[in-house]
């Protein structure tokens, strides 16, 4: 079972598969780091300042280099999704992390980290005086147009959304937040923000000021790079791939742009979301 979206040149639309709603899952990041970024254009937050009372600034959230750790690693964490139980208080999941202990000086490593993004999300929500969903909807989903994108926050709100063999999740257990919507709308907002309808010009060049990866190349990614909520190439990245893939219990997905061309592609029980991603590099290529 899949979903596929894309955008030619002109905007065009080529759709296919399920045409419900399905999980973002990492995708969100995207999302997360265009509503932080527009906060930073309103001067709401500062970009490059360490956040009160850190060492870090929501620069080095947004690119993995905050010294933060991972919840993916904990082993009970992913026992207890998969009983079903429900999500654990912030304050365990902190206390199981050690969240305060640094994993290197913010700037001088790189770890993917969704504690690092449920950082962000709380920024976010102090900045905007405003609940993350609320905060979404305002500074992301209204402007682009997105009638399906919202955040989902218990069970009930996933009963319309299509969860392949994950029926029964608990989307608290995405601490940054799981966000839930088309792949005709996730590819609609990735084209915007690649168009600068989504921020200013200069606001999305900071975005693709990626930290290069060379430890993470692979078949998929060969020059991987990670910028402020971007999966991209870390040499001229506005020639090749911009986005970000996802995973979680049930599904893949994968949203990738070039030029104008976008296209968003979800699969139940994928094998791998390198393996959804590559689809979509392999059609963006095509179409070029």
């Known amino acids: ?35 932080a970024l527009r906060l930073v254009e309103r001067g709401s937050l500062s970009l490059h300042a360490p956040v009160e009372g850190r ?35 912030v304050e ?7 969240a305060d202990r640094p994993r290197y000086a913010p700037g001088e490593g790189w770890a993917y980290s969704n ?3 449920l950082k962000v999300a709380q920024l976010i929500e102090q900045a905007s005086s405003l609940a993350l969903g609320e905060a979404l909807r305002a500074l992301v989903f209204q402007p682009a147009g997105l009638a399906s994108a919202r955040l989902a926050t218990t069970p009930e709100d996933l009963i319309d959304v299509e969860m392949g063999d994950a029926a029964g999740y608990h989307p608290g257990w995405v601490y940054h937040g799981l966000i839930t919507g088309t792949v005709v709308d996730a590819a609609r907002l990735l084209r915007g923000l690649l168009t600068r309808s989504q921020l200013r010009p200069e606001t999305f060049s900071l975005m693709v000021e990626g930290r290069a990866l060379p430890e993470h190349r692979s078949a998929v990614y060969p020059d991987p ?59 963006l290529k095509a179409s070029g």
């Open 1 to 35: 079972m899949d979903a596929t979206a894309f955008l030619d040149d002109e905007g065009h639309l080529d759709s296919s598969g399920v045409t419900a709603s399905v999980p973002w899952w990492s995708f969100g990041k995207t999302v997360l780091s265009i509503a």
């Open 55 to 89: 060492a870090y600034s929501l620069a080095q959230l947004l690119r993995h280099e905050a010294g933060l750790p991972d919840y993916g690693g904990l082993a009970g964490y992913h026992e207890d999704v998969a009983a079903a139980k429900a999500p654990w208080p």
């Open 92 to 98: 365990r999941l902190l206390a199981a992390l050690d």
């Open 115 to 117: 504690l690092g993004y």
């Open 225 to 283: 790079a990670y910028g402020l909520g971007l999966m991209h190439w870390a040499h001229d990245p506005l020639d090749h791939p911009i986005g970000h893939s996802g995973a979680g219990p049930g599904s893949h997905i994968a949203v990738y742009g070039q030029g104008r061309r976008v296209y968003a592609r979800w699969e139940a029980s994928a094998a791998s979301q390198d393996l959804v991603a590559a689809k979509v590099f392999e059609r």
